[in-house]
Structures are given as structure tokens and as C-alpha cells.
């Protein structure tokens, strides 16, 4: 515990592997835990996505991420970016009845000869 206390400085914020500073340093990550609004620098941290994917979301002519533009700077409601992924999330195949299936299909064929 005390060796990751030196690692991070005692805070709750830690290193991370994203781009680095002017002089190679890794950055902190942003603190977004308690913000509303947060800019797609800070969107790519809190869901590890590309920025490039969030702009085309975005930017999408069809369900488009809701987002608002703030003197040049995209900003994107944090509960709004959650309910995308929500209405997005990948839902699972429902079971197939393969005999019921075939049979159809057998039928299909057999009619049309």
C-alpha cells in the first residue's frame, strides 16, 4: 500500500499510458468521477474509445450521440453518454430451432419441384 501511495502521490488519480506531455512524461488521468460534462479527450479515458469513434458517433446521420459545441470544444453530457451505450448494448442471439429450420426449408424446396 505504501509503495502504491509513493507510485500515485496518495491521491485516488493515477498514471496511465495515454499521450504523453511536451517532455515525455506520461499524464495524469483526468478526474472525471463528479463531472457532468466532459470533453472527448476525457470520454476516451472514461470508456477507452477512440476519440475518432466518439466523433463519428457524434457526427452519425442516424441516432447520433447528443453532444454540444462550447466555443470549439465538444462536451458531452456524462448520463447522456451512458444512455447511448445502453440503447447500443449488444444483445444476445436468441435460440435458434434448427430442425423447425430445416424442415421449412426441405418443405420450401419440395413444394417449388
Excluded: C
Excluded at 488521468?29 to 476519440?51: D, M, V
Amino acid at each position: 500500500m505504501a509503495e502504491k501511495e509513493k507510485l500515485d502521490g496518495g491521491t485516488n488519480r493515477h498514471r496511465y499510458r495515454g499521450p504523453a506531455d511536451a517532455g515525455g512524461q506520461a499524464q495524469e488521468a483526468p478526474n472525471i468521477a463528479n463531472r457532468e460534462w466532459l470533453g472527448l479527450r476525457e470520454l476516451t479515458y472514461y470508456a477507452n474509445i477512440s476519440e475518432r469513434t466518439l466523433r463519428s458517433w457524434i457526427y452519425s446521420p442516424s441516432d447520433p450521440l447528443p453532444a454540444t459545441k462550447v466555443g470549439g470544444k465538444v462536451l458531452v453530457r456524462k448520463i447522456d453518454f451512458d444512455s447511448y451505450l445502453q440503447r447500443h448494448r449488444v444483445k444476445p442471439f436468441a435460440p435458434t430451432d434448427i430442425a423447425n429450420l430445416v424442415r421449412t426449408v426441405l418443405s420450401q424446396t419440395s413444394e417449388r419441384q
